[in-house]
């Protein structure tokens, strides 16, 4: 294999899959750099199977965070992907687009081009929606689905959601972002479809296209200014991919400003101390991290024929296998969030605040992947746009070492309010008229302990992530954004970042759809550099 070529691109996650399949059809040569292996686990095609991968050794990275003494909230698992596809091999399939305001607050801190009228056409180019009105895409790799079986519980939270005075939404990635809607997967019949899947796989016919999987990616080489290749260990062996034209970052909010940083690109002081010496002093790299802190509820169900908890243990499994395969339908065409409400929690809001998922499995103890013997149903309440700011620092300056991840959930009180008003608010919602006779009561957190400090103690004690990592190598107009609008890093030519790192701040929604927008149009900015590189 030479290792020389016109791109190099770390990272075959979701942002990975797009930049590789969009700039090698160009002609031009790629090599794609994975820490993990190709995408062969059945459970990454079964949609209900990311229960059995969240923290699989292999697939995934076993981050966990630091404790937060602060607030206290303790270490808590953080799954990444470290597969072909990236989180989108391991994720629970949720296709949602942001609220349009999202993106038009990112064009006003100074991310020119970055609007709503901006990205649009980049989410229509992603994405095949068959069933798509005006504004979603019908022809691009990214496969999306409505569900494939719709429990008959979910219409009954949907009429719950009109009795309290929230709409029901037809598309969830319509027109409107307020009220009731079932999700949309990125799901083909019986199938996960990745952005491996979608977007990688389908190019690698191409012979400029190369993937370096299996291989660490321990440093971009800098010289006098310019990303030159970046330097992998593979089989015990160390060698450089060097690049022509330039180098993509596409590691993820975590990898990516870890990345950066063992390269010298980060704040100097910090690199200083583990015995690397700064290129860039961006004292920006690793800060602003926002992620989706969740709260699960547990609610007991009346009737079994309400929840699936029964279907997903062996005997009944065994029917649930011959249905999916056969029919492609079925509690394995699932996902952790069959449906979601947003909703604005206080009056004078503009967006909603808060998200809640959910579907008809309840599991023991919390614990994703064991169902409870007895009917239940799980909600997650999330804050959609978090005031609370951590970071991603070194541990040391070892590639193979874990970085240190600090979300600092709930440390500002505005989150502490909006998070107590979203369990208040689920509450509401399952004590609606057209739910009555079909939820019994609240299991988690339960109706001893109704005020204020209780419900927050019991999101500090049971919450956790939502798998939303961003904005830790944000773009900005401004200086101290580590990232230009063209996501360039600032003083170093020929690197780019292209991941949920370079989000200014959280959209409303799961990420993973923005995500791709965001790679579609990284793709477009590199292609049209690499034009004007060459005239």
């Known amino acids: 294999m030479t290792d020389s070529f016109d791109h190099v691109i770390v990272g075959a996650g979701s942002a990975g899959c797009v930049l590789a399949n969009r700039l090698s059809a160009t002609g031009a040569s790629v090599a794609v750099i994975e820490a993990g292996g190709r995408d062969r686990h059945p459970y990454i095609h079964i949609p209900a199977g990311y229960a059995r991968i969240l923290d699989h050794p292999q697939l995934t990275w076993g981050f966990r965070t630091e404790a937060d003494p602060t607030t206290g909230i303790g270490s808590i698992a953080y799954p990444r992907g470290r597969v072909w596809g990236g989180c989108s091999s391991i994720n629970g399939l949720g296709h949602v687009r942001g609220d349009p305001s999202d993106y038009d607050l990112w064009a006003q801190k100074g991310c020119t081009g970055w609007g709503w009228d901006d990205l649009l056409p980049y989410f229509m180019r992603h994405e095949s929606f068959a069933d798509g009105g005006e504004g979603r895409g019908r022809d ?204 604005r929690t206080e009056p004078g809001l503009e967006v909603p605040d808060v998200q809640i998922n959910g579907g008809p499995v309840s599991w023991a103890d ?54 107590v008003r979203g369990l208040r608010l689920a509450r509401r919602w399952m004590a609606a008229e057209p739910l009555r006779g079909i939820v019994a009561h609240e299991v988690r957190p339960g109706p001893d302990g109704d005020d204020d400090d209780t419900l927050l103690d019991y999101a500090r004690r049971t919450g956790g992530t939502v798998y939303h990592p961003s904005c830790t190598v944000r773009m900005g107009g401004d200086p101290a954004a580590p990232l230009d609008p063209r996501l360039r890093v600032r003083g170093i030519e020929g690197l780019r970042v292209a991941d949920a790192a370079v989000f200014p701040d959280m959209p409303i929604c799961n990420i993973n759809a923005t995500v791709l927008s965001v790679a579609e149009k990284a793709a477009d900015l590199i292609i049209e550099d690499a034009r004007h590189a060459r005239r």
């Open 366 to 419: 919390g614990r994703i992947g064991v169902p409870e013997r007895e009917p239940g149903f799980t909600l997650g309440v999330w804050q959609c746009r978090p005031h609370s700011r951590g970071t991603v620092t070194l541990k040391s300056p070892r590639a193979e070492d874990a970085p240190a991840i600090a979300p600092r959930y709930l440390t500002e009180r505005a989150d502490q309010a909006c998070v």
């Open 140 to 343: 691009g790799p990214q496969v999306v689905s409505h569900l494939a079986e719709r429990p008959e519980l979910l219409d009954h939270f949907a009429a719950a959601a009109e009795a309290i005075g929230l709409p029901v939404n037809a598309d969830m990635n319509g027109p409107r972002r307020e009220g009731f809607a079932t999700f949309q997967q990125t799901r083909r019949g019986q199938r996960r479809i990745s952005a491996a899947r979608a977007f990688l796989v389908p190019a690698l016919s191409r012979p400029n296209l190369t993937v370096v999987d299996d291989a660490m990616a321990e440093r971009v080489v800098i010289r006098d200014g310019r990303a030159e290749g970046v330097t992998i260990r593979r089989g015990g062996e160390t060698r450089t991919i060097r690049a022509r034209f330039g180098v993509v970052l596409a590691a993820g909010a975590i990898g990516s400003p870890h990345l950066l940083m063992l390269s010298g690109i980060g704040p100097g002081a910090h690199l200083a101390e583990h015995g690397i010496a700064p290129v860039r002093d961006a004292p920006d790299v690793g800060r602003n991290l926002q992620d989706h802190f969740i709260v699960r509820m547990i609610y007991r169900l009346t009737d079994h024929r309400w929840s699936a908890n029964r279907r997903i243990v062996w005997p009944r499994l065994a029917l649930e296998v011959v249905r999916w395969m056969v029919s492609g339908k079925g509690v394995l065409t699932w996902s952790p969030g069959m449906m979601s409400l947003f909703a």
